[in-house]
């Protein structure tokens, strides 16, 4: 907030030049966007036009790639132990209605995520910043992010403040354990593929479940893995994404919780997003 009868604000970023970003509308308020900055990171700084005592600044401002995190419990974070990411310059973030550095819980309802640990992998092979932005709900099935419910709305608030390179999908557990049919699965995965891509113009990256053999309720992942690639196969806004149909959680046999688990699905996602995106 900036005194009203000031008229220009100028900022740059990483000690580039100068640029007039925002003219008052007369409230005091202002809001505006740098343009054709690359990806990095550096300090933003932010200053009236004429008065250089009213500039202030923002350290560590990251360019980089920003992951959507949506589905069910395991997309929250599971773990027994919180995981931290690691990088000698670069600093991961989060954006969970403010930005902050990333921490577990990376979700405010979660535990232990393999997220920091897809940052490491991420940001030791493009060394660009990465950020996180949480959106699962644990135990809800996929009827629940259909364009319009709440789900939705809730995760399209989110990206279109931050942006998004993809929407990393792990659900289905629900579906799972009510049996439902592969085409049903598969026609709301699409749905919500099309809107995904009509809203933030990018792409869903579903993961295949991992084995629930060992819960006693007669679970059928193998029902939603077919439906998963099968919209992969054959919708081009769905990612083929890493596979879990060969592992069974060791502790509960649904959740990712061991430290050795949560680093296993940071790489197979790590594996997944190369291929898509930088190999």
Not at 19 to 33: C, K, L, M
Not at 142 to 150: E, K, L, R
Not at 155 to 179: C, P, S
Not at 183 to 199: R, S, V
Request: glycine share 10%; charged share 20%; hydrophobic share 40%.
């Amino acid at each position: 907030m900036f005194p009203a009868e000031v008229a220009d604000v100028e900022a740059r970023w990483n000690g580039g030049a100068w640029e007039t970003i925002a003219t008052s509308g007369g409230d005091g308020s202002y809001s505006g966007a740098l343009s054709g900055k690359s990806q990095g990171q550096g300090t933003l700084e932010v200053r009236l036009v004429g008065k250089p005592y009213t500039s202030t600044f923002a350290e560590y401002v990251g360019i980089g790639d920003i992951f959507v995190l949506a589905g069910q419990s395991n997309s929250e974070g599971y773990g027994t132990n919180n995981q931290v990411y690691s990088h000698a310059t670069l600093k991961a973030t989060k954006y969970t209605g403010v930005w902050a550095e990333l921490t577990d819980p990376t979700d405010p309802d979660g535990l232990g995520s393999p997220w920091p640990l897809l940052a490491t992998h991420i940001m030791a092979d493009q060394n660009v910043p990465v950020a996180f932005v949480p959106c699962g709900i644990t135990t809800v099935g996929i009827t629940t992010w259909q364009p319009g419910q709440a789900n939705y709305v809730a995760m399209k608030a989110k990206v279109d403040i931050t942006g998004a390179k993809v929407v990393l999908w792990h659900q289905g557990e629900r579906e799972a354990k009510d049996n439902m049919l592969q085409p049903a699965y598969n026609a709301y995965l699409d749905t919500l593929a099309n809107e995904i891509m009509a809203d933030f113009g990018v792409k869903i990256m579903p993961c295949k479940l991992e084995d629930l053999s060992q819960l006693d309720t007669g679970y059928n992942e193998a029902v939603v893995n077919a439906a998963i690639a099968e919209a992969g196969g054959d919708n081009a806004n769905v990612l083929t994404g890493p596979d879990f149909s060969d592992i069974t959680p060791s502790v509960d046999g649904v959740h990712f919780k061991t430290d050795g688990e949560l680093e296993m699905a940071a790489e197979r996602w790590w594996a997944a997003l190369d291929a898509a995106f930088y190999t």
